[in-house]
């Protein structure tokens, strides 16, 4: 990418308090943020509707660009990537979103195009109930879907357990801050991030110097859906970041998961609102998310890849040997006479196949009699 076009891409991000939509839509007719930036005296004669704002602060831009300048040293001193909307690296699917930013700054090692995203999101006063979704989630999507990416907030609560599950199941896992990539809140979470970086990645549109004002919150709340393919509320009060995340999910053409809570419960009040409003599918488990999100083919051929393998590795097995293979793999740890019924072979043929079996470390017999696959 050219430093030209990442200064300009600073620069004009100096102005996007003032029409983020505005600035991305005059992104998007003139190709570049070189382009936009050499337009500047004459930005109606490319977008009609520009606000009258945003037409005097792009007649200021040069005296952003020092700064601008400043900002590409810090980066290039700390491994921050700067990602603009034409890179290749930038997330396309936010790049979809009209309010999408110019430039975002990266520090992490996680594909941000991955084929699957989901943000995670939810209450800062997560529950032991929360927590315990969430870390069934993640158990049970390492199994079903391993090749994924997990989002969110880096915040207190669902965020920072999302985070902590995801690494611990071997999912890449990107935080998208508040703030610039200068520091860090809250600070409390920095051995997690630091984790982020080397399995995952921090994300951010601000530039350095951003302090974590609320209304940085919310902004950053639609980086997180639009770099997502679906959105997963855990816990939430009746009002609440995760619920501006699900809605801005909603208005992306999102699809959008709540966990159902009781009836009463302050923190599952927001899911339970989403699900009867119908602004959030209700799923009880990872499997239920996966099958709506039509994700099941990618466990299916990934199960005949590892079928594929174990015969593989099992190429001298006779016919019979491998019928009780293959019915061990569907029912495991069967007794001898269970797996006689099952296979069809005669107990008193199906001892020898066993002990052959067991000689070529293909099962083992466990305790009770029982016979367990290997591998």
Not at 59 to 77: C, M, P
Not at 273 to 301: G, P, Q, Y
Not at 309 to 317: C, G, I, K, T, W
Request: aromatic share 6%.
């Amino acid at each position: 990418m050219n430093e030209n076009e990442k200064l300009y891409a600073i620069a004009l991000t100096r102005l996007n308090y003032f029409n983020l939509a505005g600035l991305a839509e005059l992104y998007r007719r003139l190709g570049s943020a070189t382009a936009v930036v050499e337009h500047r005296q004459d930005i109606r004669a490319v977008l009609p509707n520009a606000s009258p704002r945003l037409v005097e602060a792009m007649k200021t831009i040069d005296r952003h660009l020092r700064l601008a300048e400043t900002e590409l040293e810090y980066n290039a001193r700390n491994g921050i990537e700067t990602l603009c909307m034409a890179d290749s690296r930038y997330p396309q699917r936010l790049k979809e979103c009209d309010d999408a930013p110019l430039v975002l700054f990266y520090k992490g090692t996680a594909n941000l195009n991955a084929p699957r995203v989901v943000c995670v999101v939810g209450t800062r006063r997560c529950t032991v109930y929360g927590q315990d979704l969430v870390r069934r989630l993640m158990q049970d999507l390492r199994s079903l879907c391993p090749e994924l990416l997990v989002v969110s907030g880096l915040a207190y609560g669902v965020d920072i357990n999302a985070h902590r599950c995801a690494l611990q199941n071997g999912f890449p896992t990107v935080g998208i801050l508040a703030h610039g990539l200068d520091d860090l809140y809250p600070p409390r979470h920095r051995p997690t991030a630091d984790e982020m970086v080397k399995n995952g990645g921090l994300l951010t549109e601000f530039l350095t110097n951003t302090n974590a004002d609320k209304l940085n919150f919310v902004r950053r709340n639609r980086i997180v859906a639009g770099i997502s393919d679906a959105c997963i509320v855990v816990e939430s009060a009746a009002h609440g970041g995760g619920l501006i995340t699900a809605s801005i999910a909603n208005s992306y053409g999102r699809d959008v998961f709540a966990f159902p809570g009781a009836v009463g419960a302050p923190y599952s009040e927001g899911c339970n609102h989403l699900i009867r409003d119908n602004k959030a599918a209700l799923i009880t488990s990872a499997l239920d998310f996966v099958r709506a999100m039509n994700w099941e083919d990618e466990l299916r051929c990934r199960q005949k890849g590892r079928l594929a393998v174990e015969r593989q590795l099992f190429p001298d097995l006779s016919a019979e040997e491998q019928r009780i293979v293959a019915t061990l793999q569907k029912h495991n740890d069967l007794q001898i006479n269970m797996l006689s019924v099952q296979a069809g072979i005669p107990i008193s043929h199906l001892t020898s196949l066993l002990f052959q079996l067991e000689m070529k470390g293909v099962i083992k017999m466990l305790a009770g009699g029982t016979y367990h696959l290997l591998g």
